[in-house]
DNA sequence: GCCACGGATTCTATCGTTATAGACTGCTCG
DNA sequence: CGAGCAGTCTATAACGATAGAATCCGTGGC
């Protein structure tokens, strides 16, 4: 049925071996015989079988990136990133969706269907600390995002707090006092909520701003529709909001659609900033404000650290990076006279860490 | 290094074929041999290589899905909703991203990269019919979308002409007679594209309202930038505009965003209404009026044919299927008092082909 | 003319499974 | 009481490639 390198080889007349020398581009083979086997693999339409390859080579040249769930733009924005950089190194991606189900997220670091792939990028959004034992794998494995710290693996994070705190203050050098905050999770210590939440808290003292529990409308989910939720409660209680730091930009793009629908001017009543730069912040009405938090260096960083492991360049120490972040200021925080660029602002880094040189914060 | 079937069989005591039998579920085995095997395996932490899985068997358990871009939100979802139906039936996605680049999409049905998956899902955007030699392939396909007709392989597609018209037409309901259609391509006969605005000049002609070239917006790619950029120029180029029929949902939000920042108010000045019923087009403002292709469906079924291929389960001719679409009327239409539920109209279905169980009209 | 040399090629073991065929139990049954 | 049979289990050959050692062979040194 399938044809193998036995055949081209037998076609070719030569072994076996000179056929995979050929294939494999090793350097010492006659152009003559180069020919014939290529010759042979042409007209036989000879394909390699990597499953064999793998199996010898121990290297599937495959890795698997878990996220929660693709129809949410930023994860699908960032497995986008993950896929071009892996392609640039000649890697395929495996996609695993979790869909917030914490055993699918024990799955994806236990189960069986881990060892096909070189390696895992993993962004946990159910295990938290208490979990990190389950971290503790016999595989190349890099972690993302804010749930987990410390695990035994390299990890790709981002600034939070600091991030969370500049996208406040951006608010706040507006003139506005009363800037709620949507998303945050009642009584969580850990994950991106609580360190968003603590840079909003952040920001308000060092703004000499009040800390008003009212102004604080949780969302479990980061979806538009909780956003809109959300905005919603703040709005029909009556309470009085002339900023909205959303801790997502599908929740800002939510809290703007209810701003929307109850005719609340945007950003002249209320200003709206959010988080994650998505593709969708630039074409809502009106465009939104956000911080970038570096996505594109997140999956390069991502794909290079992995790839450092698989091939065991690198068996140090297990490295922390935090890309740089930046606020990006749109029409929902008043900052873009239309058809003009984009206003950008450098996230203050804090800077206890050494530097490397593209701007990446490192730690060991 | 790693434990293997070899390393498990000792410890038992036992065969490894019988190692395997326990690992395969093979009925006929002593409950106590059973458990030794089992004791051994988890002492030992044995996972199977399901790489010499794979060279034995000839599977893989893993397809290929290839579209052109993740960060597409109708990609994201069809790439979520497949991968989920994949799931279902014990089969990893591997998401390869052509990035709209001719080169990609032949390398998708010819490269080397293709033959460590059981089968490939593909939504080309860029090859046409000429290419149609390319989809006679020597593994299970399905191809997706509307560049290519008659392939050998089985392929889901979409209602576009009867979709598109009753798009057309659920503007022409409100009154609107000056409807401007966004995205078309000059001169192109193949494709979402020429479908969509032949739908639409078929609805044109049954409200009897002229074909306006006026009213024509081109838009190569179909993203919110392009459309809000199509939206622009009719707006400034002064065009009387009552309605728009944008044929993508990325084309219809862009459009959004252009009114908005114009001021044209919608609906009441301009209806708009999109296609694809993203996750967006329910949380924009207004929220956006759009045809449901029937995600989901194609996604189950696109799984299920190739899956039917790969068991061997199908053998007979090439299958096409049409899921059922439907017009969704939301607020950019003026059909949704708020708060109430989104009013769907059936898309009226051409009839020649026979229907099957579920809906889903199948042609050989 | 013989041998060392190094490039070109072949030989053979191996990667970790599954598949096929057969061996070995006990039991039933004519 | 031996054949037949279902139930268990084992031996061994694939699956299709790669890796390292072994072999072949034309050339140049002496």
Request: hydrophobic letters at 40%; a negative charge; zero cysteines.
């Amino acid at each position: 049925m399938a044809v193998t390198m036995q055949d081209v080889a037998a076609r070719a007349g030569v072994s076996i071996k000179t056929v995979s020398n050929v294939v494999n581009g090793y350097p010492h083979i006659r152009p003559a015989t180069r020919a014939r086997v290529e010759e042979a693999i042409g007209h036989l339409g000879y394909r390699i079988n990597e499953t064999a390859r793998s199996l010898r080579t121990r290297r599937t040249d495959m890795i698997t990136l878990a996220v929660p769930e693709l129809s949410l733009p930023y994860f699908a924005e960032l497995a986008d990133s993950v896929i071009q950089a892996a392609e640039a190194r000649g890697l395929t991606v495996l996609i695993e969706q979790t869909s917030h189900g914490r055993d699918r997220e024990v799955d994806v670091l236990t189960g069986k269907r881990r060892n096909m792939t070189d390696g895992l990028i993993f962004s946990p959004l159910e295990l938290g600390p208490e979990d990190i034992g389950l971290f503790d794998v016999d595989f190349p494995l890099v972690v993302l995002g804010e749930r987990v710290f410390g695990a035994p693996a390299d990890h790709v994070t981002m600034n939070n707090v600091e991030a969370a705190k500049a996208a406040t203050l951006h608010l706040a050098s507006l003139g506005r006092r009363r800037i709620a905050v949507i998303g945050g999770h009642e009584g969580e210590q850990v994950g991106s909520a609580a360190l968003r939440t603590r840079g909003y808290r952040d920001a308000l003292k060092e703004a000499n701003l009040p800390y008003d529990p009212e102004l604080v409308a949780e969302a479990g989910l980061w979806h538009r529709s909780t956003g809109s939720e959300a905005m919603g409660r703040l709005l029909d209680a009556g309470i009085e909001v002339d900023g909205v730091f959303a801790l997502n930009d599908a929740l800002a793009l939510g809290a703007l659609h209810a701003l929307h629908s109850r005719r609340v001017d945007v950003p002249g009543q209320v200003a709206v900033i959010g988080f994650d730069d998505v593709d969708d912040a630039r074409y809502s009405s009106p465009t939104l404000s956000s911080v970038d938090p570096g996505r594109e260096q997140i999956a390069r960083t991502a794909v290079d650290l992995l790839v450092d492991r698989i091939t065991g360049k690198e068996t140090g120490p297990f490295r922390r990076v935090i890309p740089d972040s930046r606020v990006i200021g749109r029409e929902s925080t008043g900052d873009v006279p239309e058809g003009a660029d984009e206003k950008q602002v450098a996230v203050q880094q804090g800077g206890e860490e050494p530097i490397e040189p593209d701007g990446l914060r490192v730690s060991a």
